[in-house]
């Protein structure tokens, strides 16, 4: 019996172990494959210019009591590309906050438009952060839009120092990577579910107490402001924007084999973030009415 004791605390400790040490290598980098800009390169201020501000290493957005936060976008609308930024969390209270970098047409096509979103749900001390990804077709927010959010924990503290968090957007798949692990594939099975119209690369910080937080029991407080977002002055966008020719080939592949997918060892990767750090998933949700998600 003591034996069979050492032997079961010997496994949790290795397992704890392994988790600790993150997962484990994709072997294949594409942000490696895609130079930087700098923010003034592909990007300007949308909203909130008094509350932003941008020095040699660091673009810093804020929200306070007296803004609605502030927003940048990027100067072309693209088509499909690889769209990738560093941020840095604030830590402590931010609950009912959302500090996001994402693609849209919501300018173009507004009340009908598309999106492909990679959002930090602020939280409470000593709670972690929840890294929510969703994609919609021709959403709005009405209430009649249909998300397709998948949400994970991370397996650092994104407060401590800057990670990479990217999209790859061509025209078979959607891939959203953290440090160059993919976290989710999600691929086009039909025109319906799948996002084709140009969009935007964007980024921002607000308030969204009435959803971000535990679906909106914790709100916002201001007695912890101001509330920052700080993203790397080190962009990339490799992509093809919307007036170029059909031929246009820019992004980096998704996989070492060119050809799209990804590979054995990026699946597995991908896997290990499911198991240990997937938190929710669309296609799971019970309360869900999955007719409005045939993909699922």
């Given at each position: 019996m003591e034996f069979l004791l050492s032997l079961l605390l010997f496994f949790l400790f290795n397992a704890r172990l392994i988790n600790a040490?993150?997962?484990?290598?994709?072997?294949?980098?594409?942000?490696?494959?895609?130079?930087?800009?700098?923010?003034?390169?592909?990007?300007?201020?949308?909203?909130?210019?008094?509350?932003?501000?941008?020095?040699?290493?660091?673009?810093t957005i804020w929200l306070d009591k007296n803004s609605g936060g502030s927003?940048?976008?990027?100067?072309?609308?693209?088509r499909s590309g690889y769209f990738g930024t560093y941020i840095k969390l604030q830590p402590g209270y931010t609950a009912g906050i959302i500090t996001s970098f994402y693609l849209s047409n919501n300018?173009?096509?507004?009340?009908?438009?598309?999106?492909?979103?990679i959002e930090f749900l602020g939280t409470t001390p000593n709670k972690p952060y929840t890294l929510q990804t969703n994609v919609y077709i021709r959403g709005s927010g009405d209430g009649n839009i249909i998300g397709r959010e998948m949400k994970f924990h991370l397996w650092f503290d994104p407060t401590k120092d800057y990670h990479n968090y990217a999209i790859l957007w061509d025209p078979n798949e959607i891939i959203f990577f953290v440090d160059d692990v993919p976290i989710r594939r999600y691929p086009k099975k039909n025109d319906a579910t799948f996002p084709e119209r140009p969009m935007y690369v964007y980024g921002s910080i607000w308030d969204a107490s009435s959803w971000a937080t535990e679906e909106g029991r914790i709100k916002a407080d201001y007695q912890y402001q101001p509330f920052v977002g700080k993203y790397s002055n080190n962009f990339k966008?490799?992509?093809?924007?919307?007036?170029?020719?059909?031929?246009c080939r820019r992004?980096?592949?998704?996989?070492?084999?060119?050809?799209?997918?990804?590979?054995r060892q990026q699946i597995e990767a991908m896997l290990w973030v499911h198991r240990n750090y997937k938190v929710y998933d669309y296609c799971r949700?019970?309360?869900?009415?999955?007719?409005h998600t045939p993909e699922c």
């Amino acid at each position: 019996m003591e034996f069979l004791l050492s032997l079961l605390l010997f496994f949790l400790f290795n397992a704890r172990l392994i988790n600790a040490q993150g997962p484990p290598s994709p072997g294949y980098y594409p942000s490696s494959r895609v130079q930087s800009l700098g923010f003034n390169q592909g990007f300007r201020n949308l909203w909130g210019p008094q509350h932003q501000s941008l020095d040699q290493s660091t673009l810093t957005i804020w929200l306070d009591k007296n803004s609605g936060g502030s927003g940048f976008k990027s100067l072309k609308n693209y088509r499909s590309g690889y769209f990738g930024t560093y941020i840095k969390l604030q830590p402590g209270y931010t609950a009912g906050i959302i500090t996001s970098f994402y693609l849209s047409n919501n300018q173009d096509y507004p009340g009908n438009h598309d999106e492909i979103d990679i959002e930090f749900l602020g939280t409470t001390p000593n709670k972690p952060y929840t890294l929510q990804t969703n994609v919609y077709i021709r959403g709005s927010g009405d209430g009649n839009i249909i998300g397709r959010e998948m949400k994970f924990h991370l397996w650092f503290d994104p407060t401590k120092d800057y990670h990479n968090y990217a999209i790859l957007w061509d025209p078979n798949e959607i891939i959203f990577f953290v440090d160059d692990v993919p976290i989710r594939r999600y691929p086009k099975k039909n025109d319906a579910t799948f996002p084709e119209r140009p969009m935007y690369v964007y980024g921002s910080i607000w308030d969204a107490s009435s959803w971000a937080t535990e679906e909106g029991r914790i709100k916002a407080d201001y007695q912890y402001q101001p509330f920052v977002g700080k993203y790397s002055n080190n962009f990339k966008l490799a992509g093809c924007a919307a007036y170029e020719s059909p031929s246009c080939r820019r992004a980096p592949s998704s996989s070492p084999s060119g050809g799209g997918g990804l590979s054995r060892q990026q699946i597995e990767a991908m896997l290990w973030v499911h198991r240990n750090y997937k938190v929710y998933d669309y296609c799971r949700d019970p309360k869900r009415d999955h007719t409005h998600t045939p993909e699922c």
